[in-house]
């Protein structure tokens, strides 16, 4: 050790090529946000886990799950739901639960819980929004950014019905080597190898998403688990006519100012969601607009209408 470090050198651990493409059995995370259940109260049970799991084409990195997967099961509901999650650890170290849609005591409801340990997280959502949840067992940044965080989608007062509901929850990799959990030192230092949608590199540009007609609605939800870097979520060809974050809506296409947004801006746990459409067939990529990372897996591609899908990358 000591050597000076050397520009553009491996910062160490797996290395992801942001050109492959995955293997021919893998399966998309789905996107689809279901709306919420029935009933006021959510009776939710989960295992914490570590397993090896692949985050990019050919590299599999040890992740620590809720329910064995990155991002953690999506809860969704209405205000003034009570949900009650009994989490189990089924890992080899500790683990917790930080719900921020709750208000409850710290050392309470998200202590950390031993291997074979259970604990029963109740809480009330008392407020709207579309909300980060994550474990907190230090080094807490380690076990975000290993992959241990979800969403929590609490509708707002009478959220209208649209034709198609996506969740995207944007978080970084930072790879240790292969098989192995992520490196906490990159993570201290902001040195992520990827940001992703859901949980894998450029998921949504192997898998896109389709079945949208031109004219028809989309509500996409986006929440910043990080756990350190922002989003500015951007879809090219279209324009947010709604706009929601952190609890309020920014813009709305009835409030008479005939505004249009680009981008939603997130920092690390916040969240909202955007409303649009396309106007012609044809593909829209989706990206964090800073754009370096949109080259580190930051990517996806919505598919409207039924176009010649050989003229992708044509241009
Ligand atoms: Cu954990």
Redesign the pocket.
């Known amino acids: 050790g000591g050597g000076a470090e050397i520009e553009g050198a491996k910062l160490g651990g797996a290395e992801i090529d942001f050109n492959a493409a995955p293997e021919g059995d893998w399966q998309p995370f789905d996107p689809t946000l279901a709306p919420a259940p029935g009933g006021t109260e959510h009776e939710i049970s989960w295992s914490?886990t570590e397993e090896v799991m692949e985050i990019a084409p050919g590299v599999t990195q040890e992740v620590?799950t809720f329910d064995g997967q990155v991002p953690g099961p999506t809860l969704r509901g209405k205000v003034g739901d009570i949900f009650t999650v009994t989490i189990t650890n089924d890992?080899e170290?500790?683990?917790?639960l930080d719900f921020h849609a709750s208000k409850v005591a710290w050392n309470d409801e998200m202590r950390t819980i031993q291997p074979g340990e259970s604990l029963v997280y109740q809480f009330e959502a008392k407020h709207a929004g579309a909300w980060m949840y994550h474990?907190g067992?230090a080094p807490t940044l380690h076990?975000i950014g290993n992959g241990?965080h979800g969403a929590v989608v609490i509708d707002p007062p009478d959220l209208a019905p649209v034709d198609h509901e996506y969740i995207f929850v944007q978080h970084e990799y930072y790879t240790g080597d292969e098989g192995e959990p992520g490196d906490l030192g990159k993570m201290q230092r902001d040195e992520w190898d990827a940001v992703v949608f859901n949980g894998y590199v450029n998921q949504y540009v192997h898998a896109p998403i389709d079945g949208i007609e031109v004219g028809e609605r989309v509500r996409a939800w986006i929440v910043d688990n990080g756990p350190s870097e922002n989003s500015s979520w951007h879809v090219v060809g279209t324009i947010f006519d709604t706009v929601y974050k952190e609890g309020a809506y920014n813009l709305r296409p009835d409030d008479g100012g005939q505004g249009g947004s680009q981008a939603l801006d997130l920092q690390p746990a916040q969240g909202g969601f955007v409303e649009f459409t396309f106007d012609e067939e044809g593909a829209y990529p989706f990206v964090s607009h800073k754009f370096s990372n949109a080259g580190k897996g930051a990517m996806g591609l919505f598919i409207a209408g039924d176009p010649d899908l050989g003229e992708i990358g044509g241009h």
């Not at 170290?93 to 917790?96: E, F, I, L, Q, R």
């Open positions: 914490m620590w890992g170290m500790g683990h917790s474990c067992t076990h241990m």
